[in-house]
């Protein structure tokens, strides 16, 4: 069953100052702020093997926690209520999942035929790492209820996914899935004051085109195996943004939501030669953000 995540940022008691930045945060000509902290990650699970009673052996929900962080540069226009703002980010989680089964048979990724049955207590490591980039042109108008903004943007998102599944001290199967996600975003944004301290709220929609490959190291369950998938695929994201000053520092928080309605994941199907598929995923974000 399909896991839906819909996003949403609920501000209650909003106190609305005039701001008098032409864009977000501040009116500064040039901004450059740097974040770290955590991110979330809730992908699609990945399934492997079948005990003696029919029931999947390996699984990991693939709920995940790492780091994550970004640098973040905004290029104002004084004069105009024109902005360029670009980003890149970089975010990485790995997890573990030990399970009691201790004999199981595992579907070739040839084929599918039945490959065992496997000795020994099976263990999943998986790895994934999140990273790109975007790059987008936003204006700004000033009014009574504070700065509310408009653009559209470039943005290219990855995920480079590793499963590395063992049975006893013998390595089973080493599978890999990288997607890309190229395509743009549009968004709407507002900045004001929220408790006396300077805020952003930004809403993007993105549209992108996804392409994913699969690639596994079989050993002894067969020939390597290499599978391709494309799909459009739509993201909603919303941030909420922070900031005050400490000894002459600006710093603050964000924390910001993306929805995707659609990842790839692996199938690993018996009688059938592993395959790509899609669910829906969301990822988190916590950052403490310093400008530079």
């Excluded at 039945?114 to 790059?135: C, I, K, T």
């Excluded at 049975?167 to 599978?175: K, S, V």
Aim: charged share 20%; aromatic share 10%.
């Amino acid at each position: 069953m399909n896991r839906v995540y819909i996003p949403i940022l609920l501000i209650v008691g909003l106190v609305v100052t005039e701001v008098h930045g032409q864009s977000t945060i501040s009116n500064s000509p040039l901004e450059i702020s740097t974040g770290q902290g955590l991110w979330g990650a809730f992908l699609p699970a990945y399934e492997l093997g079948v005990d003696s009673n029919g029931s999947t052996a390996i699984r990991d929900d693939m709920d995940v926690v790492g780091y994550h962080g970004d640098l973040r540069a905004v290029r104002r226009f004084l004069g105009t209520r024109t902005s360029l703002e670009s980003r890149v980010f970089y975010g990485a989680a790995e997890s573990t999942t030990n399970s009691g089964v201790v004999s199981f048979n595992v579907p070739r990724p040839i084929d599918g035929v039945l490959f065992g049955p496997v000795s020994g207590p099976a263990r999943l490591r998986s790895e994934v790492e999140n990273y790109g980039f975007d790059l987008s042109l936003r204006d700004t108008w000033m009014t009574r209820f504070g700065g509310l903004s408009a653009g559209c943007g470039l943005s290219y998102i990855a995920f480079d996914q590793s499963f590395d599944s063992t049975a006893g001290p013998d390595d089973l199967l080493r599978e890999e899935l990288d997607s890309d996600f190229r395509g743009g975003k549009a968004i709407v944004g507002w900045d004001g004051s929220f408790c006396g301290r300077p805020t952003n709220i930004d809403l993007l929609i993105g549209f992108y085109d996804m392409n994913a490959d699969y690639s596994s190291q079989a050993g002894s369950l067969g020939p390597s195996v290499s599978e391709e998938l494309s799909k459009n695929v739509t993201t909603i994201e919303t941030n909420f943004t922070t900031r005050r000053d400490f000894r002459n520092i600006q710093i603050g928080t964000t924390v910001g939501v993306m929805y995707f309605s659609d990842m790839p994941t692996i199938n690993h199907t018996p009688s059938e030669a592993v395959s790509l598929g899609t669910d829906d995923a969301v990822t988190l974000k916590f950052l403490f953000e310093i400008l530079l």
